[in-house]
């Protein structure tokens, strides 16, 4: 039996260096180390032996069995370098995942917010990112030197011409002066929002960016109320939350633009507290007389909202700044 074993070992030696490709290996290693092979009749020869000869030739067996493998693995990873592999296809290999992108968090609510709105009817318009201090500012009833102005720390472009009394560029601070140029193209009744980035010129913190989005609204036509604004937004709020009993309140506050002007609050369920959401109200009698039209035929209420805030309180976000570091971790937690 030990002449066998190295008979064995030996026409390894030689048939092995003949395999010159995988196909050939694995011929290789069925009549080696496969249930018919002479290793594996050595090896069931065995039992037939004294315990003291089982020790010596199952040592010298199993010497010869790790030689084999050795030597094949060795050969096989020889052989799949060489290429010898390259024109067969395994199918049984795991397939290479191909990372696809996806839309950021601030994309996917703002399209939530905007399918809300067309369902009611709301149209979607856009306006210029860099704005006049005419639209962002004068048109919108805060006019120069007017303390409100405080309200948005701005950042001014710088411009482009000496003269004095040029109109002077900003980044618009809020998404307000569409108000207006929609205003000046449109006759009433309409319902418009306008989805759009915004500036300020302020230092950073969790709640706090230097350029943000909004959403802003606003509905003009006869006898429109603030009861319709109520209805509609409360509407809006339970459909993005899908909360339908959440509590509202109006707290009346100031805006130049409104009058009144109000601050809705939320509690959802499970909220502790109120959430501040949004600010809105009647637009101004010399807002609508700006653009041409008489407050006494048409009205019409406006609001406008922090789409990275209610992202935020959607999906429980802590800070803004997530938002727009680029960091892939948080991105990718909002793939649908
Ligand atoms: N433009 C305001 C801001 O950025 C938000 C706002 C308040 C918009 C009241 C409105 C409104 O349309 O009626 O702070």
Redesign the pocket.
Known sequence: MLDKLKTIKTSFQQDIAAAADLEQWEAMRVKYLGRKSQLSEVMSMMKTLSAEQKRDIGKQANEVRLYLEAVLEDMRNALEAKGAHANQIDVTRPGVKTTAGHLHPLTRVEDEIKRIFLSMNFSVVEGPEVETEHYNFDALNIPANHPARE??DTFWVKPGSKTAGAPRNLLR????PM?IRYMEKHTPPFQIIVPGR?FRYEATDASHEINFY?M???MVGPDVSLANFKYIIEEFFKEFFNDPDMQFRFRP?Y?P??EP?VEVDIKRKGDSKWLEV????M?HRNVLKAVGYDPNIVQG?????GTDRLAMLKYKIPDIRFFYNGDLRFIKQFKK
């Open positions: 309200m948005w601070t809020h998404t307000s108000q915004v909004q802003e609204g606003l506050s805006f633009f409104v002007g949004m600010g809105a109200g637009v209420f406006a609001f406008g909202m």
